[in-house]
């Protein structure tokens, strides 16, 4: 399975950026596909899940009300709507995929490249 995700980029505080990621290759189920990020000098942290089948979605406390993630089946691709930056935002976005189930820790099965997300203040 491969992740691409695209949609990083430089934007001011306050703006809005949307990631996409699309998943492709044999794909034998999709649970669960969410974003990790991690900047510079810190660890990796969970910022979103979105369970394949159903609503139910996850969030961290720092992008609540923020951010949005959702999905489109069909294409096998989740989305990050992200709005309020902050500099504290400022990270490279990771997109993952779990072959089953959905968890707020990093025990997903598939990780993609990364997206860079920098915003200024």
């Known amino acids: 399975v491969q992740l691409q995700a695209f949609g990083g980029g430089l934007v001011q505080a306050g703006a809005c950026l949307r990631l996409?990621?699309?998943?492709?290759?044999?794909?034998?189920?999709?649970?669960?596909m969410g974003w990790f990020r991690q900047a510079p000098g810190k660890e990796r942290e969970f910022v979103a899940a979105?369970?394949?089948?159903?609503?139910?979605?996850y969030y961290a406390d720092s992008v609540k009300d923020r951010f949005t993630i959702s999905r489109d089946n069909a294409k096998n691709t989740v989305y990050l709507q992200m709005n309020s930056l902050k500099p504290e935002d400022t990270a490279v976005y990771y997109c993952?995929?779990?072959?089953?189930?959905?968890?707020?820790?990093?025990?997903?099965?598939?990780w993609g490249q990364g997206t860079q997300v920098t915003v200024s203040s």
């Open positions: 993952v995929h779990k072959v089953w189930g959905i968890t707020r820790s990093d025990a997903y099965d598939y």
């Open positions: 996409s990621c699309a998943a492709s290759g044999r794909i034998i189920s999709i649970g669960s």
């Open positions: 979105l369970r394949w089948s159903g609503s139910t979605t």
